[in-house]
């Protein structure tokens, strides 16, 4: 199995992996699965500066994981939500791990200085995998979503990435920062 960025060119297979995620399940709160255009539109938004990784197997993709903003205003920008997603048949194998370690490296790397994951609660495998990974529990917002006939909270775990300076420096693009060894840079 390889970890590497993931391009354009992987957006019907990560709508294939979120798909069952929004139409059977609470972790998505979207109505409708975005398709490949609608993908490949979300992950060249800000190509720039919030990665994209994913998980490969025998040319198959079994997960990614990437980051975004954790909200438009102009003071969050020093701050990314992160997000995780696994096939069915890829879950339980450590891979949601092996996805965010890196991840979470790269965004360190940018001096990005906080991230934060939103969980649709009750999600133990998800809970778990984050306080692996150092994020620690931050809030709940209770019966913040509507979907299946019931009212959903969700968590936020955050993590510390790099050090907040009283005086920060934008994050870096990722093309200026070096992407760690783990990660392969082409599709």
Same mark, same amino acid.
């Not at 972790?27 to 938004?45: C, L, Q, T």
């Not at 339980?92 to 990005?112: H, N």
């Not at 006939?149 to 920062?177: N, T």
């Given at each position: ?17 979120? =798909? %069952?995620?929004?139409?059977?399940? #609470?972790?998505? +709160?979207?109505? $409708? ?6 993908? &490949? /539109? ?17 040319g198959k ?6 980051? =975004? %903003?954790?909200?438009?205003?102009? #003071?969050?920008? +020093?701050?990314? $939500? ?6 069915? &048949? /890829? ?25 934060? =994951?939103?969980?649709?609660l009750p ?11 150092g994020f ?52």
């Amino acid at each position: 199995m390889r970890i590497r960025a993931a391009t354009p060119h992987d957006a019907a297979a990560i709508s294939q992996i979120y =798909a %069952p995620y929004v139409t059977g399940s #609470a972790v998505s +709160f979207e109505a $409708e699965p975005p398709g490949p255009a609608e993908m &490949g /539109a979300r992950m060249g938004e800000q190509a720039h500066l919030y990665p994209w990784l994913a998980a490969e197997e025998d040319g198959k993709l079994l997960g990614y994981a990437y980051a =975004a %903003p954790f909200r438009a205003r102009h #003071a969050y920008r +020093f701050t990314v $939500e992160t997000t995780v997603y696994l096939s069915a &048949g /890829a879950q339980g194998r450590g891979l949601g791990r092996k996805l965010c370690e890196p991840l979470l490296d790269l965004l360190e790397r940018q001096g990005f200085t906080q991230a934060i =994951a939103a969980i649709a609660l009750p999600n133990e495998a998800s809970v778990a995998l984050h306080e692996k990974l150092g994020f620690r529990h931050a809030g709940t917002y209770g019966r913040v979503g509507f979907k299946l006939g019931k009212w959903w909270d969700v968590g936020l775990w955050q993590r510390a990435l790099a050090i907040p300076a009283s005086e920060p420096l934008e994050p870096l693009p990722l093309d200026a920062v070096d992407w760690p060894e783990s990660v392969g840079r082409s599709g």
